[in-house]
């Protein structure tokens, strides 16, 4: 049965924070979206901050420990877009965060509304914010 620390163990927090697991990973490079992130998920948790910037808390984690395999700029755009303001233009809808600027570039195309249509064709048509190449799927 287990009533407590076993005598002479350290009492407190033992498991270091994301802000210091991010400070450690990364150094003295440490990227200012990377400490944004890691401050996010120190105060909202992993699953706070997947739902804030659209990535999965295992993305997150490796982002935060820098042992992502993926595109770093991309989740870089979304902690800028989510967490820090960056906003971009948007030919059809304005003035937008990057985050949802990327949620947007995601979707399948569905002919369910005609802003979701505009939307799907603007992204795939030379957007410069686009990360997707050329036009894809259904042309109607």
Not at 20 to 28: D, I, N, R, Y
Not at 31 to 55: C, F, H, I, Q, S
Not at 112 to 123: E, F, M, N, P
Request: proline share 6%; net charge positive.
């Amino acid at each position: 049965m287990n009533r407590g620390p076993a005598p002479g163990a350290p009492l407190g927090r033992t498991e270091k924070t994301m802000s210091e697991k991010a400070l450690e990973a990364w150094g003295a490079g440490l990227p200012d979206w990377v400490a944004e992130l890691a401050a996010l998920a120190d105060r909202e948790g992993l699953r706070g901050a997947e739902k804030r910037v659209n990535y999965s808390a295992s993305a997150i984690s490796t982002v935060i420990n820098n042992r992502y395999r993926g595109d770093m700029g991309r989740v870089e755009e979304s902690v800028r877009g989510a967490l820090m303001g960056r906003v971009v233009p948007c030919p059809v809808l304005g003035e937008i965060g990057r985050d949802q600027c990327l949620v947007w570039q995601k979707k399948p195309f569905a002919a369910t509304s005609s802003i979701r249509v505009a939307v799907y064709r603007a992204c795939r048509a030379g957007c410069p914010h686009s990360k997707l190449k050329s036009l894809e799927g259904p042309a109607t």
